[in-house]
């Protein structure tokens, strides 16, 4: 067994050991979403002719961050299907400059280009939740979060300050088994004007905690987010981040939200 490994396990004991403490009501209004069952597996190759998302559950638009911004400045579209294996989602972002400072690095940090994000917590507490992020040309950072704190994680939006440094967990050395993500870029008239990016994000990682393997109908926590803006290409640097999500998140804090994550059910139709 890695280090890696066995300091995950340990983290896990002792969060399971506080798992007892009763979750607080939610005083904020939290989105939902049904996604009905894949009855046509996604291709996950991210082409706009793929006709398996025609019955997916839409999100047509994301809100920002700062919640100065319009969605006319990025617009974004989240679809959300599921099978017993995966969690299929699609994001299509309008855009007219792509920026990936980062490339295809595997974990590199993509939040400072163009990306889209996923945060999904399969039991709802926020004492572990995945991220996974892709950008346009398919680089990819996963990242287990764990939350070790005595409190109920998800019982406030966002984890108490003083639970940053110590409570919070971000294992960015795990890579995702069996995760899947695709993305394309498409073009009019010489000039980039929308990319896709679609996720498989596997069961039985996912479900661990469960003690399962497969989807069923059933909810999870789960936030949709995306980072965009301007860049100085000369610099190498953006100029305006527009962060935007589904459940609300203050910009650069969704990895210490795990409250703050909204609704999804998976639905048998």
């Not at 009501?25 to 398996?52: C, F, M, R």
């Not at 595997?106 to 999904?120: L, N, W």
Request: proline share 8%; glycine share 6%; aromatic share 8%.
């Amino acid at each position: 067994m890695t280090s890696l490994k066995r300091w995950i396990i340990c983290i896990l004991s002792t969060s399971s050991l506080l798992m007892g403490c009763a979750t607080q009501p939610h005083s904020i209004p939290l989105p939902a979403i049904a996604a009905p069952y894949a009855t046509v597996t996604p291709k996950g190759n991210a082409q706009p002719d793929d006709t398996a998302w025609q019955h997916a559950a839409t999100i047509n638009e994301l809100s920002h961050c700062d919640r100065k911004a319009t969605s006319k400045l990025n617009p974004t579209v989240v679809k959300v299907l599921w099978d017993k294996d995966y969690l299929y989602v699609r994001f299509i972002c309008e855009d007219d400059q792509i920026f990936t400072p980062h490339a295809k690095t595997r974990d590199g940090r993509h939040h400072q280009g163009d990306v889209v994000e996923v945060f999904i917590d399969p039991i709802g507490d926020g004492r572990q939740y995945v991220e996974v992020q892709v950008n346009p040309v398919g680089g990819v950072l996963d990242v287990l979060h764990m939350n070790t704190t005595s409190q109920v994680p998800s019982s406030t939006p966002i984890l108490p300050r003083e639970d940053w440094p110590t409570n919070h967990w971000g294992v960015f050395e795990w890579d995702m088994p069996e995760l899947r993500t695709a993305s394309s870029t498409h073009w009019q008239a010489g000039k980039p004007v929308q990319w896709i990016s679609d996720f498989a994000i596997p069961a039985k990682t996912l479900l661990r905690r469960l003690a399962v393997e497969h989807f069923e109908p059933m909810q999870m926590r789960i936030n949709f987010l995306r980072c965009d803006g301007p860049a100085d290409l000369s610099t190498h640097k953006r100029t305006r981040l527009i962060a935007s999500s589904w459940a609300f998140v203050p910009t650069g804090l969704p990895h210490l939200a795990p409250g703050s994550m909204g609704i999804i059910t998976l639905t048998d139709k």
